[in-house]
């Protein structure tokens, strides 16, 4: 059973679409999150979720809004799609402590042209 | 504001030989620390994490790591490297109370034969 799974593992698509990445977690965490993994392998958080309430909204554009319909899932839905969009996208989870560690679905691979 | 340095974006070591991975880390509270390891078209994973009950941490694959609060480090090693350990390795850092984590620039490790 994979812990973290985030479908689909590889999007290809011209600028301006919109995609949607989705995530799911059977950990029972309290905590999502969303990374952005660029092309020198450089990590930025976008956003958290607990319970279903955003917590971390990071300086990430309107195009990118982020739905957590329940504790298990956080999906990612990007509008008109830009080339600096092209990234890593990883999901996260964590238990509600701070010192629980992260844990990586296999990411999305986002590629614009 | 809290952050993460990794020295040395790539690292070269020969087989057998002895693996040191640096991070520096800035906090004005105590930090929790973590290291991650990532492999080749995939997630991140968790080597080892410093949560402030002792300061030299094991981890999985022989790796180890030892927080000094005086020099700020958390500095990853490993006795011997093995093939099988080349990746890019994470410092990262989270700030009790909040569920932010903010990860290093990255060092990617190449064993050589």
């Known amino acids: 059973d994979t812990a973290v799974s985030q479908t689909p593992k590889y999007l290809v698509t011209q600028m301006g679409n919109d995609k949607s990445i989705k995530c799911e977690q059977n950990?029972?965490?309290?905590?999502m999150y969303w990374y952005k993994q660029d092309s020198k392998k450089f990590l930025k958080i976008m956003f958290s979720y607990n319970n279903k309430e955003l917590i971390i909204n990071e300086t990430v554009p309107n195009r990118f809004s982020p739905k957590s319909p329940d504790k298990a899932h956080l999906n990612l839905h990007i509008n008109s799609l830009e080339l600096g969009d092209s990234a890593v996208y990883f999901c996260?989870?964590?238990?509600?402590?701070?010192?629980?560690?992260?844990?990586f679905g296999e990411g999305s691979r986002l590629t614009v042209l | 504001a809290q952050s993460v340095t990794q020295l040395g974006s790539h690292v070269s070591v020969s087989e057998g030989a002895l693996v040191l991975l640096r991070c520096n880390y800035s906090?004005?509270?105590?930090?929790?620390l973590f290291w991650y390891v990532q492999y080749p078209n995939q997630g991140l994973q968790l080597l080892l994490k410093?949560?402030?009950?002792?300061?030299l941490v094991k981890g999985i694959n022989g790796f180890e790591a030892e927080f000094k609060k005086s020099e700020t480090s958390f500095h990853l090693t490993k006795p011997s490297a093995h093939m099988s350990d080349a990746a890019e390795y994470f410092c990262a850092v989270s700030l009790s109370g909040t569920y932010k984590y903010i990860f290093g620039t990255g060092t990617r490790l190449k064993v050589l034969a």
């Open positions: 410093y949560t402030s009950a002792a300061t």
């Open positions: 996260a989870s964590s238990p509600v402590e701070v010192t629980g560690e992260l844990f």
């Open positions: 950990l029972g965490h309290d905590t």
């Open positions: 906090s004005s509270v105590p930090p929790y």
